[in-house]
């Protein structure tokens, strides 16, 4: 057993606190865990009790690591594993942490999927199909992401992303306009059906034609 003869807090913007035993430097830990363990000089610590207090540190530096992760915006599972990983983190560790994050509700694939369609749909509409490649691509699972993406409308979609962009096109030739048009929403993943009707239906509102009034722009040259 060794006694704890001082503990020493970080200051400023250091979160570690240092433990001595004897007299001597011993280790550090998260200043949250010192707290929230109820250390205090004079206490005599096993070496058994020393593994557990650094293991818990270890997590909870690994815990803190995740939630400024999440501060910035919603993650996914498989995102916040990637990004713990990259700090060097053990994979205990890290399920441990990921465990604790979904209790607390503060990770959940299903609600992330729903936040990342609504964020698309609200600032860059995109196609049915490539917004469930980009929820592949963040690890979530087939059946959210088929449950998220089946309200998406590609017709609409296609129209709002496009819309701002087809009034700002200076070109006068139908030609030019369905190509810059149509290469813009290729890359947004839209299908070929979809974006020869919006670049119609973009061109004649630009041009105002009415329905009834509406020519066969495709064989203008």
């Known amino acids: 057993m060794a006694k704890i003869t001082a503990l020493r807090f970080g200051k400023g913007r250091s979160k570690r606190a ?4 004897d007299g001597r430097a011993a280790f550090s830990l998260e200043a949250e865990v010192a707290v929230r363990e109820g250390l205090a000089v004079g206490q005599e610590l096993s070496a058994s ?3 557990a207090l ?3 540190s270890h997590q909870q ?5 995740a939630t400024r992760y999440l501060s910035y915006r919603p993650r ?5 594993k990637q990004r713990l990983q990259k700090h060097s983190f053990d994979d205990d560790t890290i399920k441990s942490v990921l465990v604790r994050l979904k209790e607390q509700g503060l990770m959940n694939d299903a609600d992330f999927a729903t936040f990342w369609k609504d964020n698309r749909q609200s600032f860059s509409p995109r196609s049915q199909w490539l917004t469930r490649l980009e929820l592949k691509q963040k690890g979530i699972p087939d059946e959210i ?5 089946k309200s998406i409308d590609d017709n ?3 129209y709002r992303a496009a819309h701002s962009k087809a009034h700002k096109l200076k070109t006068s030739d139908y030609q030019d306009f369905r190509r810059q048009l149509g ?4 890359r947004r993943g839209f299908g070929y059906g979809v974006i020869i009707k919006t670049i119609e239906r973009l061109w004649h509102e630009r041009e105002g034609y009415q329905p009834a009034d509406y020519p066969d722009t495709r064989a203008k040259k």
């Open 145 to 149: 992401i088929e449950q998220t993406v």
């Open 61 to 65: 530096r690994c815990y803190d690591a």
């Open 156 to 158: 609409e979609n296609a």
């Open 76 to 80: 996914s599972e498989h995102e916040m």
């Open 49 to 51: 009790r020393i593994e």
């Open 18 to 21: 240092r433990i001595l035993l």
């Open 183 to 186: 290469e813009y929403l290729k």
């Open 54 to 56: 650094t293991r818990a």
